[in-house]
């Protein structure tokens, strides 16, 4: 018995259906098993309709975890990274950059190109400084991680934003991971 009046409809860019559906769709199977729900994917329009698959899934966080996912690997994160987000810690967090770069597509084309740096090294180092994974899709960069890595992640992508610098910005890095280290040193000298 399915709970056909409990649902969610996300709509989804038809090149990322493919990657929502998985190989003989695994990656499906995968996110109904792990969130107790059904999904119906419509490769036509994009959409895709989530639903509750019993009763017992009123009382968990299946539908808002599905959808969470799904909104994810739509922005451009592979579904190991998106599947983070099941932790009750994690949260995605997405960033319009057409925000920062007006309607011209070769600011944002700069804007993404610094962001993703040089073989993109600038994308990895942040991933290594903030702990969060993150993702440059389209027009939208994706963060998923605790609130605390997101955080870190989203200033250090503003600043890039705004035009800062690559080195200003691994300072700022740099200085949040000496606070952060002397604060777990207090930590340990106070017990």
């Known amino acids: 018995m399915t709970f056909d009046n409990i649902f969610k409809v996300i709509k989804v860019s038809r090149d990322r259906i493919g990657v929502i559906v998985g190989k003989k769709g695994s990656v499906k199977s995968e996110i109904e098993s792990k969130c107790n729900i059904i999904l119906d994917v419509d490769g036509e329009t994009g959409d895709i309709t989530i639903r509750l698959k019993s009763e017992a899934s009123l009382t968990n966080s299946g539908i808002f975890k599905a959808s969470e996912i799904i909104m994810a690997i739509s922005k451009g994160f592979s579904p190991e990274r998106a599947y983070r987000l099941l932790s009750d810690e994690s949260i995605l967090q997405l960033v319009d950059l057409r925000e920062y770069s007006g309607k011209s597509m070769n600011s944002l084309d700069r804007i993404k190109s610094r962001l993703i740096g040089q ?5 990895k180092n942040l991933e290594d400084f903030s702990g969060a994974d993150i993702s440059i899709y389209g027009h939208f960069v994706g963060f998923i991680g605790t609130y605390d890595e997101t955080s870190l992640a989203l200033n250090a992508i503003l600043m890039i934003c705004k035009g800062s610098s690559h080195k200003s910005v691994y300072h700022m890095l740099e200085e949040h991971n000496r606070k952060k280290k ?10």
């Open 119 to 123: 073989s993109g090294k600038f994308r």
């Open 182 to 191: 002397l604060a777990k040193m207090d930590l340990w000298e106070k017990v």
